[in-house]
T-cell receptor
Framework: QKEVEQNSGPLSVPEGAIASLNCTYS??????FFWYRQYSGKSPELIMS????GDKEDGRFTAQLNKASQYVSLLIRDSQPSDSATYLC???????????FGTGTKLQVIP | DGGITQSPKYLFRKEGQNVTLSCEQN?????MYWYRQDPGQGLRLIYY???????QKGDIAEGYSVSREKKESFPLTVTSAQKNPTAFYLC????????????FGDGTRLSIL
């Protein structure tokens, strides 16, 4: 079982719709959860951090964390073509603060 | 502006050659990391350092070496022992304490000649 799992996609949504990206993780001791956006050929860019159960909103982005079920999700409201990218889920566990990345979900927003 | 600078942006390696990738940060971050990304794969940790003069191997350290002589700098050497070095290399840093996220440089793309 992979430590952090994401559906590779592509996930296609029409412009203006809500995009829902999901991530599951295996380490119950995980403490911090991050979503990064990566455009093709570019480096990852942090878009959301979440540390406690529930929802966290930042503009059009909402991160949701459920530690009991070991999943974290990212909702993008009013999706724009500029949101088309690969979204990486990252999970930080204890110890030396290792961060494990999923393989990413490719999102395509269709105009 | 504070940030992480990686150089060069593109690098080519000849057979049997060692090459060094530079990573400099002016964010005053304690922790620094090197990742490798291959097409269709996630980021894999090569080495990390939490303080100056100390570093640990990540998941795929074989064929790589690092140093951390200054807080701001964490160069990565890809040695000739790394038989499949073609990849996108990413340097990251974080405050190091607590739950803070990592921030990335722009990356170096390494290819074999």
């Amino acid at each position: 079982q992979k430590e952090v799992e994401q559906n590779s996609g592509p996930l296609s949504v029409p412009e203006g719709a809500i995009a829902s990206l999901n991530c599951t993780y295996s380490d119950r001791g995980s403490q911090s959860f991050f979503w990064y956006r990566q455009y093709s050929g570019k480096s990852p860019e942090l878009i959301m951090s979440i540390y406690s159960n529930g929802d966290k909103e930042d503009g059009r982005f909402t991160a949701q964390l459920n530690k009991a079920s070991q999943y974290v999700s990212l909702l993008i409201r009013d999706s724009q073509p500029s949101d088309s990218a690969t979204y990486l889920c990252a999970v930080r566990s204890g110890g030396y603060q290792k961060v494990t990345f999923g393989t990413g979900t490719k999102l395509q927003v269709i105009p | 502006d504070g940030g992480i600078t990686q150089s060069p942006k593109y690098l080519f390696r000849k057979e049997g050659q060692n090459v060094t990738l530079s990573c400099e940060q002016n964010l005053n971050h304690d922790a620094m990391y090197w990742y490798r990304q291959d097409p269709g794969q996630g980021l894999r940790l090569i080495y990390y350092s939490q303080i100056v003069n100390d570093f640990q191997k990540g998941d795929i350290a074989e064929g790589y070496s690092v140093s951390r002589e200054k807080k701001e700098s964490f160069p990565l050497t890809v040695t000739s022992a790394q038989k499949n070095p073609t990849a996108f290399y990413l340097c990251a840093s974080s405050i190091g304490q607590g739950y803070q996220p990592q921030h990335f440089g722009d990356g170096t793309r390494l290819s074999i000649l």
